[in-house]
């Protein structure tokens, strides 16, 4: 009762902030699509309506090599194992489902030439398709190959896998398909199992990785042993404390041990890192952790002699806090073998951002013996002590040098009369903060999207294929980067040109809902969905809105997208807010085929101190990110005093944190740059008069009073 009242209490109060402000209506629930005979196929760019083995076009791969070798073991006894397969499913996961594996393991990659961190492919002897959601609908299309279908989640009447599988295949009686336990989660193995048998389909646990069977020449190398330790100067805990605590979460729950195959939950309990994922610091390893010992398996069976001694490896006859080093390939034989020792093991379940474990792990365990929960390091970690708060400030203040000493940068060899692709664009702002203390380099592969490549949200440039950046359209930057003390994630949007209106107005709004969220206070009741409609209201009230979720939690010195915070309206999964939690708001506005705007920070959650705390503690956020905003788009018709207020109060702290910074370089180019964007915006002013220059005048006036006094301070 004291729930549904304080979710009550949390609606009133989003309705009376929508009314203050121009902001718009409340979610809409979205029309579940409908099936019918007619399913639809995304339309492929510049393709025939039937591809020839001749159809190449520049830039996209050309796999159909690669699918006739796959269909050829697909019906080989010896790789099968059994029968023929009809269809065979291929994912982007590697066997720990970091999200970000490495190329050896990017087998999509391989046979389809798609890139994007999330899809499925299924390959028939008939035919081949991809299933991706809308951040890569045009990523996929400019990718693959003209034989390829493009199956857009999302989108009505877009065929299911069963739907698809059956009209490309050609055979009486049942089908079967196969794919890899260890590379499939869980849930999404149990989803997908139940929907083929309602279709007469079995799917068939391949042990040996088809792709890995024709992957033999120019497949990149599994790098050597990359495992370090994470200093406590940075950590803030030790690895035995956390793992005390964690033990007895166990207890608490019954279990008798943890398996535990995410890798970001690995590095962060034996507070070790590694160089085993993309833009993920983690080390390749399995662990199970029993109560009174700790086994983990690495590949080579071998740790540096640095991390040896970090976990005590050398003497474990009753050391619980000791930690014993098998064979990677092992924990396959030992799994079972615990198993029956067993009353309850924990399983980690798919929650937000964590896809839980492998199927293949879940099924070494009798169903009777498993206990699927969500992972409790997964709770733990997404909580950060004193000492990785401050870690992740500073991180954010270098990052945001970074940033605005490329910029500076980049502005003037435009000025220059320089042409620069989006690619370029990406390379050289990586390598800026990779120049910063303590960089570890990008926690993602940068964003640079130039007009229409803006409108897709997880847009990537390619070397041969990038546009070059020009001044009549916006160019959205999403970047981020490691350091040793903390995680970054920022997107910006800047224009060089003249801005349309439309242009302003969906930037100013995004913003708005930007601030509008990052201001709200709340009761600790409150859950991570409930907080969505803010930061889409300014957008609803013009029809305009994203794709995308509007946040997710973020790591220190791990994973950019942290589980289980993700912020969005339609999530299913609860989880509320905790003080020490990190997440990012970035609400975003695309006109497909020509602009997109993303303004994104990073949030602190913290104990905030209310006149009244009827409900218990209130949290509130403060801002961690501090990389100017582009006040050319900003159209201040659009914000409340209060708004205007927000935005002058942020570009005080970044004119203070950052700009004391970058003072201390010997080029001030960058100080410069970020004092043109932080000037003082009017915060009581009648709407703006584009034929008038009194308002124009009052700005560069006020910047310049403040402009002598910052530099004489």
Not at 18 to 43: E, K, L, N, W, Y
Not at 482 to 507: C, I, M, N, W
Not at 525 to 544: C, K, P
Not at 558 to 573: A, K, M
């Amino acid at each position: 009762m004291k729930r549904n009242m304080d979710r009550l209490s949390l609606l009133l109060t989003i309705a009376v902030i929508m009314s203050r402000g121009d902001v718009g209506g409340a979610a809409q629930v979205q029309p579940q699509p409908s099936r019918s005979a007619q399913f639809t196929i995304a339309p492929r760019t510049n393709c025939p309506k039937i591809p020839t083995d001749n159809t190449e076009l520049p830039g996209r791969a050309n796999t159909r090599v690669s699918l006739k070798e796959l269909r050829q073991v697909m019906r080989s006894v010896e790789h099968v194992r059994g029968p023929p397969l009809d269809a065979y499913i291929v994912t982007t996961e590697d066997e720990h489902q970091t999200g970000s594996p490495l190329n050896h393991d990017r087998r999509l990659r391989f046979i389809s030439g798609f890139s994007g961190s999330t899809g499925e492919a299924i390959i028939t002897k008939l035919g081949s398709a991809l299933w991706t959601d809308a951040r890569y609908y045009g990523q996929a299309d400019s990718e693959l190959g003209c034989n390829w279908q493009i199956l857009r989640n999302g989108i009505r009447n877009t065929p299911t896998a069963a739907e698809w599988i059956s009209q490309n295949v050609n055979r009486k009686g049942k089908i079967r398909v196969g794919a890899d336990p260890k590379l499939v989660p869980h849930h999404t193995w149990i989803t997908w199992a139940t929907e083929f048998e309602k279709n007469n389909m079995t799917l068939i646990p391949i042990l040996a990785n088809l792709i890995d069977s024709i992957w033999t020449s120019d497949r990149p190398e599994m790098p050597s042993m990359s495992m370090f330790v994470h200093s406590f100067e940075y950590t803030g805990e030790t690895w035995q404390s956390k793992v005390k605590r964690v033990r007895g979460a166990l207890q608490a729950m019954g279990a008798d041990a943890l398996v535990v195959t995410a890798l970001d939950e690995i590095a962060w309990l034996l507070n070790i890192r590694g160089r085993d994922a993309m833009y993920l610091p983690v080390a390749r390893a399995y662990v199970i952790l029993f109560h009174q010992k700790i086994f983990m398996y690495v590949p080579g069976a071998s740790v540096p002699e640095s991390v040896s001694n970090h976990l005590r490896t050398f003497n474990c006859i009753s050391d619980p806090f000791c930690v014993r080093i098998f064979e990677y390939d092992q924990f396959w034989k030992d799994l079972p073998t615990f198993s029956q020792s067993w009353n309850k093991v924990l399983l980690p379940v798919q929650f937000s951002y964590n896809s839980g474990c492998s199927h293949r792990v879940v099924t070494q365990v009798p169903e009777e013996k498993r206990m699927m929960q969500p992972s409790p390091i997964m709770m733990l970690k997404a909580v950060k002590n004193s000492v990785e708060i401050e870690g992740m400030k500073r991180a954010h203040i270098r990052d945001a040098v970074a940033l605005c000493e490329f910029m500076a940068y980049f502005e003037d060899k435009m000025s220059e009369g320089e042409k620069w692709s989006e690619f370029q664009v990406a390379s050289t702002l990586d390598k800026f903060r990779y120049d910063q203390h303590l960089s570890q380099g990008a926690s993602f592969k940068t964003i640079v999207g130039f007009g229409p490549n803006g409108a897709q949200p997880h847009y990537r440039p390619q070397l041969n294929s990038s546009l070059v950046i020009a001044k009549n359209s916006t160019l959205v930057i999403d970047s981020g980067g490691q350091y040793l003390d903390g995680t970054t994630d920022v997107s910006r949007t800047f224009h060089f040109g003249s801005p349309t209106l439309k242009q302003q107005e969906a930037y100013t709004r995004a913003l708005a809902g930007l601030l509008t969220l990052s201001k709200l206070r709340f009761p600790n009741s409150v859950d991570t969905t409930d907080v969505d409609v803010l930061a889409r209201s300014h957008l609803w009230a013009a029809g305009m809105d994203y794709m995308h979720g509007t946040g997710h939690g973020i790591g220190s010195f791990l994973g950019v997208h942290e589980p289980p915070i993700s912020i969005h309206y339609n999530s299913r999964q609860k989880k509320s807010f905790e003080a020490g939690h990190f997440l990012t708001v970035e609400p975003g506005f695309y006109q497909d085929g020509d602009f997109g705007v993303r303004v994104e920070n990073v949030l602190e959650v913290v104990l905030v101190k209310q006149k009244y705390n009827v409900s218990g503690p209130y949290y509130g956020f403060k801002t961690t990110t501090l990389v100017p905003y582009e006040p050319k788009l900003i159209n201040t018709d659009f914000l409340t005093p209060d708004l205007r207020k927000m935005i002058n109060e942020y570009n005080a702290k970044v004119r203070q944190l950052v700009g004391s910074e970058l003072k201390k370089k010997p080029d001030l180019k960058g100080f410069k740059w970020m004092m043109q964007k932080t000037g003082y915006i009017p915060e009581w002013l009648p709407p703006k008069n584009s034929k008038s220059s009194m308002h124009q005048e009052s700005i560069k006036l006020s910047f310049l009073i403040l402009s002598v006094v910052t530099i004489l301070l």
